[in-house]
């Protein structure tokens, strides 16, 4: 089985077979709380899975809020790590992409909420041999305000929650394939806010 772990817009989790037949899955809206609720969420899915083998863990690497990303590619690791089993990392916005492709043809472009006014962009057109969406423009940062401007009359897709089990798809096809479909390093749309504070200024006499 296949690992799924996902808090690029809410928290979802779920396993599936070798061939991408689902076998359980989880998951909350909430765009924050990540922490609070992975735990039980991992549960709930092994439960309900029932028994067998997980031989990967799929990683959704972004983009996404620097805090929540951290936590469910954290969780995955931990698990993996746990386990002694391999870690896929999938770019979020390909899981997305797969479902939407249930029902699109043509060119299209998946949208999130980025915050702050602003969303991320990948544009996607069709799958490629291997069964893996196909991206013709990389994910992009845009002002909310500008994004029909930037994409220029291609069809939007505005996803407000993923599902894990289309990224551990996208991830499953990876495998089989044989691919990397991205680095160790997730997706972070923007840095936090909060820096470490520099060297205290000296205080004369």
Not at 123 to 140: E, K, L, M, S
């Amino acid at each position: 089985m296949i690992l799924a772990v996902d808090t690029s817009l809410g928290t979802a989790v779920a396993l599936i077979d070798a061939d991408g037949t689902r076998r359980a899955e989880a998951s909350t809206i909430d765009p924050l709380g990540h922490a609070e609720v992975i735990g039980d969420l991992l549960v709930q899915v092994l439960r309900e899975a029932g028994p067998g083998e997980i031989t990967h863990v799929v990683a959704g690497m972004g983009p996404g809020p620097f805090t929540g990303l951290r936590i469910g590619i954290a969780a995955a690791r931990t698990f993996a790590l746990g386990r002694g089993i391999p870690v896929v990392p999938v770019p979020s916005h390909l899981g997305a992409a797969l479902t939407a492709l249930e029902t699109e043809t043509g060119p299209f472009a998946v949208v999130t909420d980025a915050r702050r006014r602003e969303v991320a962009i990948t544009v996607v057109d069709g799958i490629d041999d291997d069964g893996i969406p196909r991206v013709v423009a990389d994910t992009r940062l845009v002002r909310a305000v500008d994004a029909e401007a930037h994409l220029d009359g291609i069809r939007r897709i505005d996803v407000g929650a993923l599902s894990a089990v289309d990224l551990a798809r996208v991830g499953a096809r990876a495998l089989a394939a044989d691919r990397v479909l991205a680095g160790d390093e997730p997706l972070y749309m923007r840095h936090p806010d909060v820096t470490v504070p520099g060297a205290p200024k000296k205080v004369g006499s």
